[in-house]
């Protein structure tokens, strides 16, 4: 894999844990389990980079039928994915364990449509429902650096607080 993709995924996984570390702040209720939800949530719309992996050509060949990994990186795609993944957990916490997926694939969809692109507009999110794509806030490249270097910074600095905050114990 790639620095520019190792840095992408990095990114995507400790705004997770941000957000899921700032939720557990708030909600007596969630536990380092309940974090880890959040930080999986962020990573799900990245497995359409399994197409590294196994193309998608190869797929349609295998299955005799055409085949795309493309819908993984849509929100419905990863609404499927978070209901499916959230059938790992207990029947009485599939609800909360769904939620807290979403919570991470939301996050991830926002970071993708503040990236830079050549057209100026995001990747049509809400695909298959609308074509429509939002404009591109153009703040920087999926191969940049910069962006896993604030996501560490902040992560340090929530990490930092919540142990100053819970003392030794977990939030």
Same mark, same amino acid.
């Given at each position: @894999?790639?620095?520019s /993709?190792?840095a992408?995924?990095?990114? !995507?996984?400790l705004a997770?844990y941000?957000?899921? /570390?700032?939720?557990? @702040?708030?909600?007596?209720? @969630?536990?380092?389990a309940?974090v /880890?939800l959040?930080m999986?949530?962020?990573?799900?719309?990245? &497995?359409?980079k399994i197409?590294?992996l196994?193309?998608?050509p190869a797929?349609?060949?295998?299955?005799g #039928?055409? &085949?795309?990994?493309?819908?993984?990186?849509?929100?419905?795609g990863?609404l #499927?994915v978070?209901?499916?993944g959230?059938l790992?957990?207990?029947p009485n916490?599939r609800?909360?364990?769904?939620?807290?997926?979403?919570?991470?694939v939301v996050s991830? !969809? #926002?970071?993708?449509i503040?990236?830079v692109?050549?057209t100026g507009y995001?990747?049509?999110?809400?695909?298959?429902l609308?074509?429509?794509? &939002?404009?591109a806030?153009?703040?920087?490249?999926?191969?940049?650096?910069?962006?896993?270097?604030?996501a560490?910074?902040?992560?340090?600095v929530?990490?930092?607080f919540?142990?100053?905050?819970y003392?030794?114990?977990?939030?």
């Amino acid at each position: @894999m790639e620095v520019s /993709t190792v840095a992408d995924v990095l990114t !995507h996984v400790l705004a997770g844990y941000v957000i899921g /570390t700032l939720l557990s @702040m708030r909600y007596e209720w @969630m536990r380092p389990a309940h974090v /880890t939800l959040v930080m999986i949530g962020a990573l799900v719309p990245d &497995f359409v980079k399994i197409e590294l992996l196994l193309p998608d050509p190869a797929v349609s060949f295998l299955l005799g #039928i055409p &085949f795309s990994w493309a819908p993984l990186h849509t929100l419905i795609g990863t609404l #499927i994915v978070a209901l499916l993944g959230s059938l790992f957990v207990s029947p009485n916490l599939r609800r909360r364990a769904f939620a807290l997926i979403v919570v991470g694939v939301v996050s991830h !969809h #926002i970071l993708d449509i503040v990236l830079v692109t050549t057209t100026g507009y995001s990747y049509a999110v809400f695909w298959p429902l609308s074509e429509f794509r &939002f404009p591109a806030a153009d703040l920087f490249l999926s191969s940049d650096r910069w962006p896993a270097l604030v996501a560490a910074t902040s992560a340090f600095v929530v990490w930092l607080f919540s142990r100053h905050r819970y003392g030794s114990r977990e939030p």
